[in-house]
């Protein structure tokens, strides 16, 4: 199903320190004052320009591994990843001719095809070749934005390569001027059960501000989850398909959570170390910790319950970091409290309530601070409570400095 923005243009004002406020002139895509050649550069230099964390935020930051990207069905405009390991293609188009609007779509889709059937060492030959550095590969590329250690290269290689298998690609069409035609072939294809990828169109209104330009993104339609499609062969032929869409649907009133794309993937991930019960305290886990306020923080192969610095400084609290191996942890709770300028104490009392409610859970007896989820399944409703009264008594902390 599709999402459709409202169509309503509105015209920015520059409002200057003394005058008269000036409505800026929207540049038409007939005054040919720039090419599409302009929006992949402009694209490919300003990633942050796409709201993808609106669309799907797994496939954000946006980090450029190139442009004009040769494949066996023409060329990629833009081509990004994200620290998760997941692909973006972005497809240019200015609407002048409507022979593009009727053909945009299925050349996108073309790409993502294409791009399912790419290994991940054609994909780093591809972005090695793109920077013309032998040494600069995928992987480095991530590292521009994000520290990765050594022994998380190998998941994070895993997870780009099951999600160009399986075709979880973000498509965007981005451009100036997109028309309704274009979004009924969006909302068309969105209700085709065997596509996997999500696709969103993106426009790109441009006003002129004096000889400057200024670009505002709105999305104009996008589909609302990625369709997911199981495959069953047997003897090299496809013998069912089926869709599933149970997990990041849902329904109203049931109370159920809706998870997000790289919450799946994390939790599917889990799925091949430990058993369901661990799953199910993993997600619980999850579920009333974003209702106590924390956020959660997705990782390659942990997910971490954070809570917002209540001083406003903007750090993030670690309470707790969940792997999937189904381990669990406290994390660096003490030192961030200290940066904080919040009492340490309140870290030190749930460090040591910690140890004591989780005392013969350890997944190592040399790691007294490690736990293992098969061990305190029967905890958790305790877990739950540690935690809340742990973030009442940092707001309490808050108060007394206050005063």
């Known amino acids: ?62 980090v450029a591994i ?28 200015l609407w002048r001719n409507p022979e593009a609007r009727r053909e945009v779509v299925g050349q996108i889709i073309d790409y ?5 059937l790419w290994s991940f060492d054609r994909l780093d030959q591809t972005v090695r070749a793109f920077f ?3 040494k600069f590969g995928v992987i480095e590329a991530l590292r521009s934005i994000e520290d990765i250690a050594e022994e998380d290269e190998s998941d994070i290689i895993d997870s780009i390569t099951r ?4 075709g979880r690609l973000l498509l965007l069409i981005v451009g100036d001027g997109i028309r309704e035609s ?26 002129k501000i004096g000889e400057d330009m200024l670009v505002i993104p709105q999305i104009v339609t996008r589909t609302r989850e990625i369709t997911r499609a199981v495959i069953r062969l047997e003897g090299g032929t496809v013998q069912n398909i089926s869709v599933d869409l149970d997990v990041s649907r849902e329904e109203k009133g049931s109370g159920a959570k809706r998870y997000t794309l790289s919450e799946e993937e994390f939790f599917e991930s889990m799925r091949r170390a430990v058993g369901d019960n661990e799953i199910l305290f993993a997600k619980e886990l ?109 707001n309490a902390s808050v108060e007394t400095i206050e005063s």
């Open 1 to 62: 199903m599709s999402l459709f923005g409202e169509r309503i243009q509105p015209i920015p004002l520059l409002i200057p320190q003394e005058g008269t406020p000036v409505a800026l002139e929207r540049v038409s895509v007939t005054d040919k004052l720039f090419q599409e050649s302009w929006l992949q550069k402009l694209i490919f230099e300003n990633p942050s320009l796409l709201p993808v964390s609106e669309i799907e935020p797994v496939f954000g930051p946006l």
């Open 66 to 93: 190139g442009r004009e990207v040769s494949t066996n069905v023409g060329f990629i405009d833009n081509l990004f990843i994200s620290p998760q390991g997941y692909l973006t293609i972005v497809e240019t188009k």
């Open 112 to 116: 993502a095809k294409e791009l399912s």
């Open 132 to 134: 013309k550095n032998k």
């Open 163 to 166: 999600n160009l298998q399986r």
């Open 182 to 207: 274009t979004e009924a072939m969006a909302e068309f294809l969105s209700q085709t059960p065997q596509l996997h990828f999500c696709l969103a169109l993106i426009e790109l209104q441009v006003f």
């Open 286 to 394: 999850m579920k009333s910790a974003q209702e106590m306020g924390c956020e959660i923080e997705m990782r390659q192969a942990s997910y971490v319950i954070k809570l917002s610095d209540p001083m406003g400084s903007g750090q993030r609290l670690t309470l707790l970091v969940i792997n999937k191996n189904g381990e669990f942890y406290i994390g660096w709770l003490l030192d961030q409290l200290e940066r904080a300028g919040l009492k340490r104490d309140v870290g030190v009392a749930y460090y040591e309530a910690m140890k004591a409610l989780f005392q013969g859970c350890e997944t190592n007896p040399k790691k007294d601070t490690v736990w293992a989820i098969n061990k305190a399944i029967d905890k958790l409703d305790e877990l739950k409570q540690l935690i809340e009264n742990t973030i009442r008594e940092i």
